[in-house]
Structures are given as structure tokens and as C-alpha cells.
């Protein structure tokens, strides 16, 4: 584990108290959300107040089994990014982050395919999941002719790490396929829904995510699933068989409740025969790459450095 720009220690911490500070000017997000905080979410950008930026470089597609995907095209493409994105698997969308997409394809070279993935509590688990799944085929037949290239990678924020860990999982155990996918990006991911120490001891704090939140949207995930239920590998990837898998770039910050999540998976990871490189930053609470932070600025250029040379 490396502990990551503590020299922006204070400014981390300041914006989290800032957030904190303004939490009572925002609707509490408790056990389960209701309808109106969940149209509230679905509505705004991740993070934000303000509906999200759609870019004329997005180009939205259906694929296999019906699966929507938006898609960023560079002039020039070394590979082709798999993007699940985050939203506790009840709100986020594949055109929530155009800008940030867009940029990343354009830096890294690489043909970005963000899964328009079916939403809880409507589509409860397995919907979400086979809606990636079949994404993740889609790109093994397809992307050389699609694309040009066969290298591909794959990754996620909070709930899309959880979702990239389990679609290739379900690559190798369904179809047998093993390094078709060469790198996993995984941000901020929970990977045990049963709940990790660090999850439990969380507490109320009113930062991005807390103990209350997550629980909250494990149950509109996996409704009526007990703890011991929501421990099986299908669905807590935490739990799984992890050999086959591909070399992985895992981030926390320290005030996540998520963090013994990446902590323990990265132990997991890397002890079934793939390297993982391991970041942990000074101060940072969930999610947070959604906010204007220095932070924020270097982990993408970490981001994008990692996407850039895996798997050639």
C-alpha cells in the first residue's frame, strides 16, 4: 500500500469539512433513497446539483442483448476502454461524464464504451450485472473489426469497480475467457456487500457515502438478500476465486468507508498471481474524483498513465 499526496493533505481536508458544513442544505440520503431523492440523483450530475454535460463526441449505441453504450472515438485509437459507471447501481448513467470520458480517450488513445447498465430498485440484481456482461462479449467479438485493436481494458467508479470485478469474473467462469481484458481500473469500489469493518465503523458522517448510504444501496440492489447471501462470490467479488484475472490499478482515499474493500481485495488480487498496484490518498473521501482537487487533477493523469501503457 502506498499512501498518496499527503503534501495536499490540507486542502483534501478542507474541502471535507466544507462538505460536511453544507450537508444540511442537502437532502440526507438514508437507508434506501426515496422516489424523490432517487429522481433527485438520476437527474444531477454524480456529485453535483446540476444536470450533467452531454458532449457531441458521445455517440449512444445498443449492442448485444439490447445493452445501451455511449461511446467516445479518438482520431487515433491504441485500445479500447470498457467504462461501468458509478451510482450505487440505482443512478449514474453512461452520459453522466462525457467530459472527463471524452478526455481521457483523446489522451489515452483509447475507444471508450461506457455500458448504459439497467438500473435498481427497478432492475435489482442480476440486471446490472448482465447488462455489463454482455457488453464485455460484445467487445471480445467485436472490437478488432469494430476498433481496430484487440487490447482491451476495463474499469469503474464505486459501484462500476464492484461491476468490472464481477464481469470478468463471469467471462472466465461462464465463457471461458480469460485475457481478453488486460487491465482493471477500479476506483472507490465495494466489494464486499455483506459490509467490510471499515464500512460498518463509518458512521453518519455527512461526506459523499457513509455506513447508512451503503446499506442503503445494497438494499435496493440485492433486496431481501441477508448479510451471509450477499457474501456469495456472484455477487461480492470479494469472496471469489480471483486467479485468471488481469493486472489491476485499485484507489481509495483514507475517509472512505470503502477502504478496507481495496485494502483486502488488493491483498486477494495480487495473491492469485496478478499484479496490483495499490493507491491509497491522504484525506480523500468517496467519490472523490467528482470535485475540482488537485487530487482529483493527479489522479487522472494517474488514470490515464496506467490506461496508456497496460496491456501492449
Known sequence: MTITDEDCLAETMAFNEQFEATAANRPARG????????????RNRLGGHTPPVRLPQGQDRVVAGGVGVRMFLPDEVDGVYLHLHGGGWAFGSAGGQDERLWRLAVQARL???????????????PAGPDDCE????????????????????IGGESAGAHLSALTL????????????FRAAQLLFGPYDLSM???????GPRRLLSNTDSLHGSYELFTPGMRAEQRRDPEVSPLFADLTGLPPARMVVGTEDPLLDDSL???????????????GVVAGAMHGFTLFP????????????????????
Open 111 to 125: 475507444a471508450v464504451v461506457s455500458v448504459e447498465y439497467r438500473l435498481a430498485p427497478e432492475h435489482p440484481f
Open 134 to 153: 454482455a457488453a464485455a462479449r460484445w467487445l471480445v467479438d467485436h472490437a478488432a473489426a469494430e476498433f481496430g485493436t484487440g487490447r482491451l481494458l
Open 169 to 180: 469474473l463471469r467471462l472466465r467462469d461462464r465463457h471461458h475467457i480469460t485475457g481478453a
Open 264 to 278: 483486502f481485495l488488493a491483498q486477494r488480487w495480487q495473491a492469485a498471481g496478478a499484479p496490483v498496484q495499490l
Open 293 to 312: 482537487l488537485t487530487i482529483t487533477e493527479r489522479e487522472q493523469a494517474r488514470e490515464r498513465e496506467f490506461l496508456t501503457a497496460e496491456g501492449r
Open 31 to 42: 437507508r434506501a433513497p426515496d422516489a424523490t431523492m432517487l429522481a433527485l440523483l438520476r
Open 196 to 202: 467490510t469493518p471499515s464500512q460498518r465503523s463509518f
